[in-house]
DNA sequence: ATAATTGCAAATTTTTTGCAGGTTC
DNA sequence: GAACCTGCAAAAAATTTGCAATTAT
């Protein structure tokens, strides 16, 4: 995804510069967190505010352009918003890789008495590299 | 689990009324965030203060007591730490139930070049009231 | 007896709000 | 041109800290 302007639009939001640069900070980063977004972005746009920031990150989870990743024991992280997908959390570097989840796992993840609209599975452990230590 | 006393000790914490009586609460509400444990608690002891409920919240964390239940859009919930499951949180009545994770879905979270440790999953939808509503 | 814990008040950090001026469509 | 958006500063909410008094072992 590289048409920020687009994408704001196709779900009612005006596009603002604001916009897509925070657009374009969640992209590049693929998921990250409000002061990250801010530091991020002040390189180019040094009087984006950090209220803007939080604004925007509101309007923009309501109008399904991108998603909250709560984490635990820090801030939440943002991603732009896809199909569901497992996140591989390294304990060792922190890094989040995303990877799809299989007609299998979907399978396991059907529950008696439960009417599933969407899952969040998140994974720790440790990536490859991390392995090799 | 109802010996609060004996699952402190066990866990290197000394066993205070301030620490049982979390803890008791977390456990009641099965699901529960810090505001909500500051309300039950003071019903029995009106001079705890949240101060004490923010610091025991992180120490029994760190001394695998309690776990973080990061959530969307609100504050984190606190539960007892067990073996690791499922969350179903309704998203008609806002319920949290918990689920076995079955051997179908351990196996089905092997992904080549991860080395898991610790799995969390939260699935959204409806629950059977909800749905026939 | 000792070390740890509590409650309070104050400090800090995080998030939200109101509004005048500027921008998008 | 109308409606919406931004940045600022101020307000509110959430969390952490320091410390004297109290408590658990």
Redesign the interface.
């Known amino acids: 995804m590289t048409d920020y302007i687009t994408l704001l639009k196709e779900n009612d939001l005006k596009a603002t510069i604001q916009r897509t640069s925070i657009l374009k900070s969640i992209d590049h980063a693929g998921h990250i967190n409000i002061d990250d977004i801010y530091e991020d972005v002040r390189e180019l746009h040094p009087t984006l505010s950090l209220a803007t920031i939080y604004k925007n990150i509101i309007l923009m989870?309501e109008h399904n352009v991108i998603v909250?990743v709560?984490?635990?024991?820090e801030k939440?992280k943002f991603e732009l918003k896809k199909d569901d997908h497992?996140h591989?959390i390294c304990?060792g570097c922190g890094e989040i890789?995303d990877?799809d989840i299989?007609q299998?796992?979907q399978?396991?993840?059907v529950?008696e008495?439960?009417?599933?609209?969407?899952?969040?599975?998140?994974?720790?452990?440790?990536?490859?590299k991390c392995?090799s230590r």
């Open positions: 989870q909250e709560p984490m635990n024991g939440s497992i591989l304990q890789q990877t299989t299998k796992t399978e396991a993840l529950i008495n439960f009417q599933l609209s969407s899952s969040q599975i998140n994974l720790y452990g440790f990536c490859q392995q």
